[in-house]
């Protein structure tokens, strides 16, 4: 009866130490593995920026002040600018991303991260400071929606240019072009919170 005793104390030790080994593993791999560099992909070759200037105040440029700031709003097929006049009447996902614009535009790189789920942020190199972006001609397209555990996974294309861009929050911008974003959304009745964003690689 002891002997065997024995030999299961012994077995069980020897799971216990190979399922701490196996924690240990997962765990230095975890920290060592590369985080999404949300913005910046590789790839986008040699660009030319402005100068960083924090100090800027954006609305006082009279070239950027006569640019379209407005978000298109493209959901379900139909769509519309959404305004300061009129997007508390938007639903919750025009709600996020008019705040999400208007939060980089003005340079609050603070406030940036709220935008964004734990879990994403866990995993994604966000910028942890950037000016006041000239963005214009934005568009958010909704391309898909699905029920999700309380509410749903939207899926959007976003599409802006940045006038001036001086690569603090868009690195793989030339000035005045292109790259569409790909959000992944996850909305509920009172909250829209960003929980994926893919850009295309540039060849």
Same mark, same amino acid.
């Given at each position: 009866?002891?002997?065997?005793?024995?030999? /299961?104390?012994?077995?069980?030790?020897?799971?216990? &130490?190979?399922?701490?080994?196996?924690?240990?593993?997962?765990?230095?791999?975890?920290?060592?593995?590369?985080?999404?560099?949300?913005?910046?992909?590789?790839?986008?070759?040699? /660009?030319?920026f402005c100068p960083a200037d924090y100090e800027e105040d954006i609305f006082a440029d009279k070239i950027y002040a006569k640019k379209q700031?407005?978000v298109f709003f493209s959901y379900d097929g139909e769509g519309e600018f959404i305004t300061a006049q009129n997007y508390l009447s938007a639903n919750v996902s025009g709600k996020m991303f008019y705040n999400y614009f208007d939060c980089?535009?003005?340079?609050? *790189?603070?406030?940036?991260?709220?935008?964004?789920?734990?879990?994403?942020?866990?995993? &994604?190199?966000?910028?942890?400071?950037?000016?006041?972006?000239?963005?214009?001609?934005?568009?958010?397209?909704? $391309?898909?929606?699905?029920?999700? $555990?309380?509410? *749903?996974?939207?899926?959007?294309?976003?599409?802006?240019? /940045?006038?001036?861009?001086?690569?603090?929050?868009?690195?793989?911008?030339?000035?005045? =072009?292109?790259?569409?974003?790909? *959000? =992944?959304?996850?909305?509920?009745?009172?909250? &829209?919170?960003?929980?994926?964003?893919?850009?295309?690689?540039?060849?």
């Amino acid at each position: 009866m002891k002997k065997r005793k024995k030999i /299961i104390i012994t077995v069980l030790s020897v799971i216990l &130490a190979l399922v701490l080994l196996f924690l240990g593993i997962v765990g230095i791999s975890n920290l060592f593995s590369p985080k999404i560099n949300t913005l910046s992909p590789s790839g986008g070759g040699d /660009i030319s920026f402005c100068p960083a200037d924090y100090e800027e105040d954006i609305f006082a440029d009279k070239i950027y002040a006569k640019k379209q700031k407005d978000v298109f709003f493209s959901y379900d097929g139909e769509g519309e600018f959404i305004t300061a006049q009129n997007y508390l009447s938007a639903n919750v996902s025009g709600k996020m991303f008019y705040n999400y614009f208007d939060c980089v535009i003005k340079g609050e *790189y603070s406030v940036y991260p709220a935008f964004f789920s734990d879990e994403f942020k866990e995993d &994604a190199i966000l910028p942890e400071k950037f000016t006041m972006q000239k963005l214009y001609d934005i568009s958010v397209t909704l $391309e898909s929606r699905q029920p999700y $555990e309380q509410g *749903y996974v939207e899926l959007y294309s976003v599409r802006y240019r /940045i006038m001036d861009n001086n690569g603090t929050f868009r690195s793989d911008l030339k000035d005045d =072009t292109v790259i569409p974003v790909y *959000y =992944t959304v996850y909305v509920t009745q009172d909250s &829209a919170l960003i929980t994926g964003m893919s850009v295309p690689q540039i060849k």
